[in-house]
């Protein structure tokens, strides 16, 4: 099974700051990565696919780069609405596994 | 807009079995593969199962194996997870979502699995 590990587990960070989130898979899943955002009580939102392609109506602060094992979501200019708990998850085989999740937090 | 409402969860003992459903709407529900995800309380998200277009390719986390039956109904555009034999573990909010690249979920519907 492809293990994916995300970094930073927690992050504080204040609005108006950049922040970037990694992703590393345990062995190349090309560019099938995908990065969500959920909030309290609510359920994922897809934000990326294909490792860098833009969900419809997901604004352009966020971004994600990467190939093969290594992979990064960075937002820009962040907005109180940003704070919440991001996950990476691989779909280039199966089991289809999710990252631990990196919780962004207000400074 | 796609549109995915899942139903079914609820209150069951150990030992018991509940089968979810998921509404489809909004896509060409036939053209996609379909996950069930879970989420247990305060925890991170859990890949389940995930069923290929026509239900011919079946793929299940080796924590529900033997236990989980994924199945759909593309005439009627639902996905179904049958669960049996449930634990205290698997206590969760299930989400259904749609496979791959274009990813979207349901609101998710909770199952507690206690005496």
């Known amino acids: 099974d492809i293990q994916m590990t995300q970094s930073p587990s927690s992050l504080s960070a204040s609005v108006g700051d950049r922040v970037t989130i990694t992703c590393r898979a345990s062995?190349?899943?090309?560019?099938?990565l995908a990065w969500f955002q959920q909030k309290p009580g609510k359920a994922p939102k897809s934000l990326i696919y294909?490792?860098?392609s833009l969900q419809s109506g997901v604004p352009s602060k966020f971004s994600g780069s990467g190939s093969g094992t290594d992979f990064t979501l960075t937002i820009s200019s962040l907005q109180p609405e940003d704070f919440a708990t991001y996950y990476c998850?691989?779909?280039?085989?199966?089991?289809?596994?999710f990252g631990q999740g990196t919780k962004l937090e207000i400074k | 807009e796609v549109h995915l409402v899942e139903s079914g969860g609820g209150l069951v003992k150990p030992g018991g079995s509940l089968r979810l459903s998921c509404a489809a709407s909004?896509?060409?529900?036939?053209?996609?593969?379909m996950n069930w995800v879970r989420q247990a309380p305060g925890k991170g998200l859990e890949w389940v199962s995930s069923?290929?277009?026509?239900?011919?390719?079946?793929y299940y986390a080796g924590s529900v194996k033997g236990r989980f039956t994924i199945s759909r109904d593309n005439a009627k555009n639902s996905l179904y997870l049958q669960m049996s034999s449930l634990r205290a573990e698997d206590t969760a909010m299930y989400y259904c979502?749609?496979?791959?690249?274009?990813?979207?979920w349901g609101q998710g519907t909770l199952v507690t699995v206690s005496s």
């Open positions: 979502a749609r496979d791959g690249a274009a990813t979207a």
């Open positions: 909004g896509f060409t529900f036939s053209s996609y593969s």
């Open positions: 069923i290929s277009t026509t239900g011919t390719y079946i």
């Open positions: 062995q190349g899943i090309g560019n099938y």
């Open positions: 294909a490792a860098s």
């Open positions: 998850q691989h779909y280039s085989s199966y089991p289809r596994t």
